[in-house]
């Protein structure tokens, strides 16, 4: 499959990188917005130190599309930030590309924005603000749980390094799994984690808890490489829990 990753910090640097070193996929480019002062950059610089350049030169949205159609582009990976969504949403239905949203806090009225532009511009897209497998899977039990046994009560703690704002988008969207109203997130932020989520249930007999921890970022380049290979050859609009569902169908 042919990839293009938009942004280029620690998320993108994992997924190019992944890429890179397993040969399954082609990286054609990487896209920053133009005021990015690594406009220009070869990402072998970034990635591996001065000199040991991949033949990969960072580029804006703006100058792929002067090109005139020169970039063959099957699925973009977006890891930016979330003002690029719709911008390169645009940019996927001129390229007749897909793409991958792994942005988080978009909110509900730009999510359903997503799916109506992805069938105007007849392009696939998922939108995947919790990308590991294990927080799909999660997600899913929580939700079972809650509806087979509402005497159930749960608490969401979320653990990541200080500069993450709290509350992270997938504790909201864990707490929205849970068929519960106003389900409580403590959020606990000290350096050292990458990302941890912990549910706890209880009715006062028992006790339930559920903790996914990713050790590093290779865990969302996966699940951005599992999203690109599902959307690949669709159009319309998915999410990650679509993804994961169709893995675990296949097996
Ligand atoms: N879905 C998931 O499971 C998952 C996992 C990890 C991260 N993420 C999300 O992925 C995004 C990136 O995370 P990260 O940890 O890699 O962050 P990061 O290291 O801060 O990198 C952010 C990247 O976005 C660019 N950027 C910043 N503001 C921008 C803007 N207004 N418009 C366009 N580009 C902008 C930055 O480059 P320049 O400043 O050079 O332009 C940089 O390349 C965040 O939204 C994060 O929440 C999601």
Do not use: W
């Not at 910090?9 to 005021?35: E, F, M, P, W």
Request: proline share 3%.
């Amino acid at each position: 499959m042919k990839l293009a990753i938009c942004g280029f910090g620690r998320a993108a640097q994992a997924l190019a990188k992944n890429i890179l070193d397993h040969n399954a996929h082609t990286l054609q480019t990487v896209i920053c917005r133009s005021t990015s002062t690594k406009q220009g950059m070869d990402i072998g610089e970034i990635l591996y130190g001065k000199g040991r350049t991949v033949g990969i030169v960072i580029t804006s949205p703006e100058k792929i599309l002067d090109s005139q159609n020169a970039y063959d582009i099957d699925v973009v990976i977006d890891f930016s930030h979330r003002d690029m969504a719709f911008p390169l949403i645009e940019l996927c239905g001129n390229l007749k590309a897909n793409l991958v949203i792994c942005t988080t806090n978009h909110s509900i009225e730009e999510i359903s924005k997503f799916q109506d532009l992805s069938e105007k511009l007849n392009i696939g897209v998922v939108y995947a603000p919790n990308l590991t497998v294990g927080i799909n899977l999660l997600m899913d039990f929580v939700k079972r749980l809650s509806k087979v046994f509402p005497d159930f009560d749960f608490e969401i703690i979320e653990r990541h390094p200080k500069d993450k704002a709290p509350v992270t988008t997938t504790a909201r969207m864990i707490s929205q799994a849970i068929d519960k109203e106003d389900v409580p997130i403590h959020s606990v932020r000290l350096n050292g984690y990458v990302g941890v989520h912990e549910v706890t249930a209880s009715n006062g007999y028992e006790k339930i808890t559920i903790e996914h921890e990713s050790f590093s970022r290779m865990a969302f380049a996966n699940g951005a490489l599992l999203a690109a290979e599902y959307i690949e050859n669709k159009k319309g609009a998915y999410l990650m829990q679509d993804v994961v569902k169709h893995i675990i169908s296949e097996e």
